[in-house]
């Protein structure tokens, strides 16, 4: 049971950014040299089947092989601190889950779970990669479980209920330019604080969001600290 408040996260790509994990739309970001409509999205799958499973096979052996980092680190420091905390993440790795994080809830998918084709509540854990041929209990092809363009989100609604339930709404590391993903935001209720911490927040941060200008690994466990010396959920 806990008594110092419900700190929902909403975290994207540039939280793994000191992993060593790209983000999707920087000038080196990942949708520069694979595009979109290729790798993302059911038309590409379905033109080229091989095409997506290599990109994702090699996506997922970068994870593996990364470390969560100092802000996954700081958020699942403030579970253990006795604060409720909820993630709610656009990422497709688990580092959240490997910093320590109870509570995660992955809105575009998980690149180390596989799952049907032809239906996506038949999901696999994956401890390899998947290979064309690779079918599931219904003789179809394999996919990696993740969202493409396109596709529906399946876990918006839940992420929208816990939002509004949100004591405090910190978002990481994202350009907020996917929906419905980026309206999250709307959800919470209109007295809750919500603060970005991006290298590009000032830029990015909606009216009535406090932006901080840092890293994911600086800003983070900055503030995680703060709220274990004061015991609550403040703005900064
Ligand atoms: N710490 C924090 N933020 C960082 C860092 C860092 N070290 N490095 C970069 N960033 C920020 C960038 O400033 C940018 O605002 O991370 C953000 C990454 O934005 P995008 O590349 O647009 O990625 P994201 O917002 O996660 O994309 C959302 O788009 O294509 C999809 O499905 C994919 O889930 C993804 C969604």
Partial sequence: MTTLG????????????ESGIKTFRASDGLWEDHPVEEVATPQGWQRDPERVLGFYNQRREQIRKAQPNAAHKALASLEQAGFKVTIITQNIDDLHERAGSSQVIHLHGEILKARSSVDERMCYPLKGNIALGDVCDKGSQLRPDVVWFGEA??????????????????????????????????????DTPCVLIDPD?????????????ATAGEGVPTLVEQWKAQGKLELP
């Fill in 6 to 17: 419900h700190l929902v996260v909403f975290s994207g790509s540039g939280i793994s950014a």
């Fill in 153 to 190: 989100v399946p876990l918006f609604e839940e992420a929208c209920a816990i939002a509004s339930q949100a004591d405090f709404l910190l978002v990481v590391g994202t350009s907020l330019a996917v929906m419905p993903a980026a309206s999250l935001l709307s959800y919470i209720d209109y």
């Fill in 201 to 213: 927040a000032d830029a990015l941060s909606p009216p009535g969001v406090a932006a901080i200008n």
